[in-house]
């Protein structure tokens, strides 16, 4: 069965510090992949995706996410985080044939000290 | 603007009620979700339909069950609430092919 894995579970970073949250999917066919954030009282938004073409997504507020098929890995970072990053973050995945069906990762509470 | 709207955004129910949690989206999408979020385990795929009367059964169905009678329309039932089903309850819809997800608020559910 499709799993999503997630290394870290809560990150704690002070402002301009760079991020790199892990993500890891076990799935051998074609697969999208995104990273949604969900803010404090809010509910989850679409940071960015991965379909085909340039394995480097960018996304909005500065994030981007490399795909490396070979490792498996979707990878979320951005170069200088702020206070306002403070977030919960998930990765997810849905595979070809699979209608949809989005499996989620564990998610990452990311925590910046200002 | 995009909307996916639960019912509820608070229910409190006692053990052994019968629990209906609605969600209606806007968009003619034919996927609907249903997951429950706990901290340290993410979200987990309850059950989801890709067409109405259609569904299928995700990670942790028991418990739970379905209806999707119309396509804007879909709802999650909780047979005989237990204490462990207390939660965030998420609705979410997307198009055929997965290309995005659209959340709604969520329901908090205590059962007590």
């Known amino acids: 069965a499709q799993s999503v894995s997630q290394h870290n579970h809560h990150v704690i970073l002070s402002e301009a510090a760079s991020l790199e949250l892990g993500c890891n999917y076990s799935y051998g066919g074609t697969v999208n992949l995104f990273w949604y954030v969900q803010y404090p009282g809010q509910h989850l938004q679409l940071l960015l995706k991965y379909f085909s073409g340039d394995p480097l997504v960018k996304g909005i507020k500065g994030f981007e996410a490399e795909f490396i098929k070979s490792k498996f890995s979707f990878n979320l970072r951005k170069p200088s985080v702020q206070w306002s990053d403070t977030a919960e973050y998930f990765c997810?995945?849905?595979?070809?044939?699979?209608?949809?069906?989005?499996?989620f990762g564990q998610g990452t509470e990311l925590s910046v000290k200002p | 603007d995009v909307k996916v709207t639960q019912s509820s955004r608070y229910l409190v129910k006692r053990t052994g009620e019968k629990v209906f949690l609605e969600c209606v989206q806007d968009?003619?999408?034919?996927?609907m979700f249903w997951y429950r979020q706990d901290p340290g385990l993410g979200l987990r795929l309850i059950y989801f339909?890709?067409?109405?009367?259609?569904?299928e059964k995700g990670d942790i169905p028991e418990g739970y069950s379905v209806s999707r009678e119309k396509k804007e329309r879909f709802s999650l039932i909780l047979e005989s609430a237990s204490t462990n089903q207390t939660s965030m309850y998420l609705c979410a819809m997307s198009t055929q092919a997965g290309t995005e997800a659209f959340f709604g608020q969520g329901t908090r559910l205590t059962v007590v």
């Open positions: 968009m003619d999408h034919e996927n």
């Open positions: 339909s890709y067409d109405v009367k259609m569904k």
């Open positions: 997810a995945v849905n595979a070809e044939n699979q209608g949809g069906k989005l499996i």
